[in-house]
C-alpha cells in the first residue's frame, strides 16, 4: 500500500521534471542508476547471507534462545541476533509476536526489535562508503547501547 | 571484466557457498535460494522509486536550498525536516546510506544527516502501523518516544565523535560517486 504511494510520488516527480527539462530528468535516472548500481554487490551479497542465516536459524531456534526466563542472557542473545540478522519489517513483526506467544518476554523482544532496526554489522561496509570507518563504528555501537537501554525500560513498563 | 570480478568477488564468494551448502545439505540450501529469491524480489519492489527519487533530489535541489532547509544552522526546523524525510521512507536501512550520500553532498549538517538516518531506521511509518498491528499500540508507542531521544543522543554523540579532519574526510567520500 506504502509502495504503491512511493512509486506514484517518483512517476508524479519524474513527469513533472520530463515536462520541465528533459536533459536533467535523463541525467537524473542516470543517477539513480549510478547509485543502485554503486551499492548492487554489497546488495546481492547481502540478501544472500540473510537467506543462509534465516534457513538455519528457524524460529523454533530463535524461540529456545530467548524464550521465558531466559533474563539477560536473553536480552544479549537477543541483541546480537538483531544486531547480526537482516530481516525486513514484515517479517520481523510477526515473527516478534509469535515468539511473545511462544513465552518470550517484552524485554527481550524490544532489544531485538530495536537493534534489528538500528544496528547493521552486515550492512557496515555499505555505510562505510557513505560515513567512513570511524562514524559508521560510533552510529553502531551507540544504537546498540541504546536498544539495550530500551530493552530495560521495556522490561520494566511491561 | 576485471574490475567487474573484482567488485563482485565477495558475492561470488557467497553464491558458491550456498552452493556448496546446498550439496552438502539440500534442505536447508533449498531454503536459503528461496529466502533469497524471495527477499530480491521484495526488494526490488521498494527499491526503484526510492532511487528515482534520490536521482530527482540530486538534480532539481541545488546545494543553497539544502544547506539553507537543512545545513548547519538550520536549526530545530532542519532537524524537524530530516525526521520527516527519513520517516516518510520505505525500504531497508542500507538504501538509506546513498541517500544520505547525496544530502551530504548537497550540504546537510552530518547531524541532521545521522538523524535522517535514525528515523529511516525506527520511525518509518509504514514500518510503525505494521510494528502496532503486531505488537500492540503500546509496545509501539512506548518504543517510538524512546526511539525519538534515542536518534537525536545517537545523532549528537556520533557527530561529537568525529575530528574536523574526520568530518572533512566523510565530505571527500561523498564529493562525487
Redesign the interface.
Known amino acids: 500500500m506504502f509502495t504503491y504511494l512511493l512509486y506514484l510520488l517518483a512517476t508524479a516527480g519524474l513527469v513533472l521534471s520530463f515536462l520541465k527539462d528533459r536533459g536533467k530528468t535523463k541525467m537524473a535516472l542516470r543517477k539513480a542508476w549510478k547509485s543502485f548500481e554503486n551499492i548492487l554487490p554489497q546488495f546481492l551479497s547481502i540478501l544472500i547471507l540473510i537467506g543462509l542465516a534465516l534457513s538455519i536459524l528457524s524460529p523454533e531456534t530463535i524461540t529456545g534462545l530467548i524464550g521465558t526466563r531466559s533474563g539477560f542472557a536473553g536480552v544479549f542473545v537477543a541483541s546480537v541476533l538483531g544486531s547480526i540478522t537482516l530481516i525486513p519489517g514484515f517479517v520481523a513483526f510477526p515473527l516478534a509476536a509469535a515468539l511473545l506467544k511462544n513465552g518470550a518476554g517484552y524485554m527481550q523482544i524490544a532489544a531485538f526489535v530495536s537493534t534489528l532496526m538500528m544496528v547493521g554489522i552486515v550492512t557496515i561496509p555499505m555505510e562505510m562508503k557513505t560515513f567512513g570507518r570511524r562514524a559508521t563504528i560510533v552510529r553502531n555501537v551507540s544504537a546498540y547501547l541504546f536498544s539495550l537501554a530500551v530493552a530495560l525500560v521495556m522490561g520494566v513498563v511491561f | 571484466m576485471k574490475a567487474l570480478l573484482k567488485?563482485?568477488r565477495?558475492?561470488l564468494a557467497?553464491?558458491a557457498?550456498?552452493l556448496a551448502?546446498g550439496l552438502a545439505l539440500p534442505e536447508?540450501?533449498k531454503?536459503?535460494?528461496?529466502?533469497?529469491a524471495q527477499?530480491?524480489l521484495?526488494?526490488l519492489?521498494?527499491?526503484?522509486?526510492?532511487?528515482?527519487?534520490?536521482?530527482?533530489l540530486?538534480?532539481?535541489v541545488d546545494r543553497a536550498t539544502m544547506m539553507k532547509y537543512t545545513g548547519k544552522g538550520s536549526g530545530l526546523r532542519g532537524v524537524l525536516i530530516a525526521f520527516l524525510l527519513g520517516s516518510a521512507a520505505?525500504g531497508?536501512?542500507?538504501?538509506a546510506?546513498?541517500v544520505?550520500?547525496?544530502m551530504?553532498r548537497k550540504g546537510s549538517s552530518?547531524m541532521n544527516v545521522?538523524i535522517f538516518?535514525?528515523a529511516w531506521?525506527?520511525t518509518?511509518?509504514?514500518?510503525l502501523t505494521?510494528?502496532a498491528?503486531?505488537?500492540g499500540l503500546?509496545?509501539t508507542l512506548?518504543?517510538l518516544m524512546?526511539?525519538l531521544a534515542?536518534i537525536l543522543?545517537?545523532a549528537r554523540?556520533?557527530e561529537k565523535?568525529?575530528s574536523p579532519q574526520?568530518q572533512a574526510?566523510?565530505d571527500t567520500?561523498?564529493r562525487n560517486?
Open positions: 567488485r563482485y565477495f558475492f557467497l553464491a557457498l550456498n551448502v536447508i540450501g531454503r536459503s535460494v528461496e529466502l533469497t527477499n530480491l521484495e526488494m519492489a521498494v527499491i526503484p522509486p526510492i532511487f528515482v527519487m534520490l536521482g530527482l540530486d538534480v532539481w520505505a531497508p536501512l542500507y538504501a546510506f546513498p544520505a550520500g547525496v551530504l552530518l545521522f538516518i535514525g531506521s525506527t518509518k511509518i509504514p514500518m505494521f510494528e498491528a503486531s505488537l503500546p509496545f512506548v518504543r524512546l526511539s534515542g543522543v545517537i554523540v556520533t565523535s568525529l574526520q574526510e566523510i567520500l561523498n560517486p
